[in-house]
């Protein structure tokens, strides 16, 4: 099996790490385009793949086609690929916003599609992934799908009308927990502490509590009540954030996700 990637931007390296590391397929069976020269001599050069400035020649080549490019760029290579796809290749799109049915309708035949949402922590193994299908993959094309994506993370098939708000609530959150994270060290900072300390202190605490959260699987309420002590210092921090509205400017952050996804 050829796995070929059409973009070779941050989350395509990361899938690429991923193949690699948990041996879906070797440096040999990967193939990957890019619009420079620049680009595509840095990733040969950190993955060993084979690399080429055609898109057509890795949708020629590729088994499994992952097209892994901007939503607005998108058009254009779906019109470069066409005539080079037939039935028993495999496209994976991780472009926000763009449908399987969106996707099929460039093509004059029937073509398998897989749509998959992950997020920028795939770029360390711990993205998570919304994934989907048309009517044309089967169960074992799904399953290949599948352990390409959880090769750099987690993924859970979903209905394709979900996959939209999963890239809001998951594609875009790392954003925000960065600033987050960003927030919590100036005060930090402010208090006393250096600024590396600050982040690293910071950032185990949120992936700490991630991680506790998902391996107790506890309500997230309840693992907030832990926190909080009776008259103690969090329950008064938890009562500014009550009071300036943390809780409703992240549902409108959300909602400003929808509604840009809805226009793409």
């Given at each position: 099996m050829v796995i070929g990637f059409i973009?070779?931007?941050?989350?395509?390296?990361?899938?690429?790490?991923?193949?690699?590391?948990?041996?879906?397929?070797?440096?040999?069976?990967?193939?990957?385009?890019?619009?420079?020269?620049?680009?595509?001599?840095?990733?040969?050069?950190?993955?060993?793949?084979?690399?080429?400035?055609?898109?057509?020649?890795?949708?020629?080549?590729?088994?499994?086609?992952?097209?892994?490019?901007?939503?607005?760029?998108?058009?254009?290579?779906?019109?470069?690929?066409?005539?080079?796809?037939?039935?028993?290749?495999?496209?994976?799109?991780?472009?926000?916003?763009?449908?399987?049915?969106?996707?099929?309708?460039?093509?004059?035949?029937?073509v398998k599609i897989v749509r998959c949402m992950p997020n920028t922590p795939a770029l360390v193994q711990e993205g998570a992934s919304a994934v989907c299908r048309n009517e044309n993959v089967s169960d074992e094309d799904l399953e290949i799908a599948l352990s390409i994506v959880r090769s750099f993370g987690m993924a859970e098939v979903v209905n394709e009308n979900l996959v939209d708000v999963i890239g809001a609530v998951s594609g875009a959150s790392p954003a925000y927990v960065f600033m987050f994270i960003e927030a919590l060290a100036d005060a930090g900072v402010k208090w006393g502490l250096s600024r590396k300390q600050a982040y690293r202190?910071?950032?185990?605490?949120?992936?700490?509590?991630?991680?506790?959260?998902?391996?107790?699987?506890?309500?997230?309420?309840?693992?907030?009540?832990?926190?909080?002590?009776?008259?103690?210092?969090?329950?008064?921090?938890?009562?500014?954030?009550?009071?300036?509205?943390?809780r409703g400017d992240i549902m409108e952050a959300i909602d400003a996700c929808m509604n840009k996804t809805k226009q793409m």
């Open positions: 973009g070779l931007g941050n989350m395509a390296k990361a899938m690429i790490g991923g193949i690699l590391k948990n041996g879906i397929v070797g440096s040999a069976d990967v193939i990957g385009s890019a619009a420079t020269q620049e680009t595509i001599d840095k990733v040969r050069e950190q993955y060993e793949i084979e690399v080429t400035l055609s898109n057509k020649e890795v949708a020629r080549k590729a088994d499994v086609i992952i097209l892994a490019v901007k939503p607005i760029v998108l058009p254009v290579v779906l019109e470069e690929i066409m005539d080079e796809t037939d039935e028993s290749k495999l496209i994976i799109s991780i472009a926000a916003g763009k449908t399987t049915k969106w996707i099929s309708q460039y093509f004059n035949k029937p202190f910071c950032a185990q605490a949120v992936m700490g509590s991630a991680k506790l959260m998902l391996e107790s699987g506890r309500h997230p309420a309840e693992l907030k009540d832990m926190v909080c002590s009776p008259g103690g210092t969090t329950i008064e921090g938890l009562e500014v954030l009550e009071r300036t509205g943390m």
